[in-house]
C-alpha cells in the first residue's frame, strides 16, 4: 500500500495494491497490520457504515464534540470529492482543509484521525460509501459545520448542485462552533 500525507499531515491517502487482469481485481481493503505499519499507527476499529446517496448529495461536515471518531473512508461504487477539516484547537492547521476524490476506480482511501470535521459529495448518479471509525456514533455529541463556510473556503467541484439533509443545513460556521 502506498500512504501520501496531505496539507494536513495527520490525513492521509491510502492506495492500495490492486492486482487486475481482463477478469476484473482483488486487493485487501483492509490489513489491521499492513495498515499499522504503513501509517505507523496503532488503531482499532469499532464500527463500519455504509451509506448511499444520489449525484449531489452532500453529507457533512460532521464530527463528534466527545467519542471523536477517525474515520478510514472509501467508495466501492460511483465517486465523491471528499472533505476533512481541521478544528483541533491549537493545531498548525487549524481551519484548514483537504479534499481529494474518491472513486471505484481510484481504488483510494482516507484516513481522517479525530478531531476532524468529515464530509463528502457526491459526484457520480449514485456512490456507496464505506467506513471504519475509531469509535462509536453518539448523536448527542454530533455537530456539524456549514459546507459552504466561507473562513473555510473549501473548493467543492463545480457543476454539482449540492442537496444536504435538515440537519446539515442547519450547520454553524467553524467561528460559532463547538469544538
Known amino acids: 500500500m502506498n500512504v501520501t500525507p496531505t496539507r494536513i499531515p495527520d490525513v492521509l491517502i491510502i492506495e492500495p495494491k490492486v492486482f487486475g487482469d481482463a477478469r476484473g481485481f482483488f486487493f485487501e481493503s483492509f490489513n489491521q497490520r499492513a495498515f499499522n505499519e504503513a501509517?505507523?499507527?496503532?488503531?482499532?476499529?469499532?464500527?463500519?457504515?455504509?451509506?448511499?446517496?444520489?449525484?449531489g448529495v452532500l453529507r457533512g461536515l460532521h464530527y463528534q464534540v466527545q467519542q471523536p471518531q477517525g474515520?478510514?473512508?472509501r467508495v466501492v461504487r460511483g465517486a465523491v470529492?471528499?472533505?476533512?477539516?481541521?478544528?483541533?484547537?491549537g493545531s498548525p492547521t487549524f481551519g484548514q482543509w483537504v479534499g481529494c476524490e474518491?472513486?471505484?476506480?481510484?481504488?483510494?482511501q482516507l484516513w481522517v484521525p479525530p478531531?476532524?470535521?468529515?464530509?463528502?459529495?457526491?459526484?457520480?448518479?449514485t456512490a456507496d460509501f464505506l467506513y471504519k471509525t475509531t469509535d462509536y456514533y453518539a448523536p448527542q455529541h454530533e455537530r456539524c459545520i456549514l459546507w459552504n463556510?466561507?473562513?473555510?473556503?473549501?473548493?467543492?467541484?463545480e457543476g454539482v448542485q449540492p442537496m444536504l439533509s435538515p440537519k446539515d443545513q442547519l450547520g454553524a460556521f467553524l467561528s460559532a462552533s463547538d469544538i
Open 39 to 55: 501509517t505507523g499507527l496503532d488503531l482499532s476499529f469499532v464500527q463500519d457504515n455504509h451509506s448511499r446517496s444520489t449525484r
Open 71 to 73: 474515520k478510514l473512508v
Open 81 to 89: 470529492f471528499d472533505v476533512a477539516v481541521d478544528i483541533r484547537k
Open 102 to 108: 474518491l472513486s471505484e476506480d481510484n481504488q483510494r
Open 115 to 125: 478531531g476532524l470535521a468529515h464530509g463528502f459529495l457526491v459526484l457520480s448518479d
Open 149 to 157: 463556510d466561507p473562513g473555510v473556503g473549501i473548493k467543492w467541484p
